[in-house]
């Protein structure tokens, strides 16, 4: 099996960083506003959430200078099929 | 699906390295021997034995020390022009190699000191090496590019970045078959990125070279090895170290941890300077593409790679730091020797750029 065909039997896995992005693993498309697809150079990608990013929806590494800071523990979230599983 | 072929120069340089200026004693010996101007190894034995016998000042300082040491890593990298392959494994180039390396990591051990983490979760490994990051105190390269560095500061800057950024990422990938599990797979993700994802045009070496020819420097891999000072070669040395001894696969994840956790805001600064000087997406897009890049790498290197590593092996979490520690240390030293040099109106490289 290849790294393709196995992408579309595993489920997205969105990894919430202590004090930073969401890490994103897995086939996802980001859409703005409009509509309109945002480009991904790469399979795993971060997605800003202290908003304080030069380069939306993208992780910029801003947050480890803003003082950014998120709630203890967080569960980490499988999507993408039925009955999308939360671990921890 | 079609495989489109690119031009050579933008899948990244294939050549071997040209044969660097010996800057003393050893490297003297060492490129005699390499190049076969003589067959009996003693003139090298002697060579670093009388150099280790008489130290002055840092091994990562030291010219000759750190041009034998490029030398003898490149043999398992690119190789050297004109140098048989063979050399690679040849027992007395190994010998001389492990006790220049002796000094230079026994230098570190006693520079770099940090304290080893108690807690070895994943999580924790990471968020000891996040605060390490940032608690970080060096003199900071990029805030001066962004605001102070002319056209002359930027050439200067990648070709002291060019000894290690065209061969980018591959002392780390040296750790591939060390690791096992979650960490390997960590490290794999990242390298992959590195090495640009199945588009041979996005590796990050390639989009060095790219800069580099924007700025108008010449991207053949080494070129500027006799250009730079002893400080600048002693990091991408220290990482080959680090990459090629197993034992010290500890500190290689610590270091790829680090030098990923230093990288997104650094890099946004360096394309801020760039722009400023009216500089183009031929150059600024390299440091852009690891703005994105290295905020997705410094979190699988700090918790998948790092610290499921110590979660596996907590005997390693001493390691781990440390190399985190000697990656800010590195960087930091040689970019106080630049800004140094640049503060008082100087060039911080030992050759005029023609």
Known sequence: ?88 | MTVQLSPAHVAGPQSSMPLPTPRGPVGEALLRLLTGAVTDPAALHDAVAATLAAPAGSWLEHDDVQVALTCMYELHYRGLDGVDDDWEWQPDVLAARAALERVVESELRERVTVAVPQETSAAAVAAALFALASSDDGPSMSRWIARRAQREHLAELLVHRSVYQLKEADPHTWAVPRLGGAPKVALVEIQSDEYGAGDPERQHAALFAQAMRGLGLDDTYGRYVDHVPAITLAHPNVMSMFGLHRRLRGAIAGHLAAFEMTSSVPNRLYGNGMRRVGLGADVTEYFDEHVEADAVHEQIAGRDLAGRLVEQDPTLGADVVWGAAACLALDGWWAGHVLGCWEADASSLRLALT
């Open chain 1, 1 to 88: 099996m290849t790294g393709r065909d196995d992408e579309r039997v595993r489920p997205v896995r969105i990894t919430p960083c202590p004090d930073g992005p969401l890490l994103v693993r897995g086939p996802v498309e980001v859409v703005g506003a409009d509509g309109v697809p945002v480009p991904a150079r790469r399979r795993t990608v971060a997605l800003c959430r202290c908003g304080g990013t030069a380069a939306p929806p993208w992780c910029d590494g801003t947050h480890k200078v803003n003082g950014f800071r998120t709630a203890d523990p967080e569960p980490e979230v499988q999507a993408g099929r039925p009955g999308a599983t939360v671990e921890r």
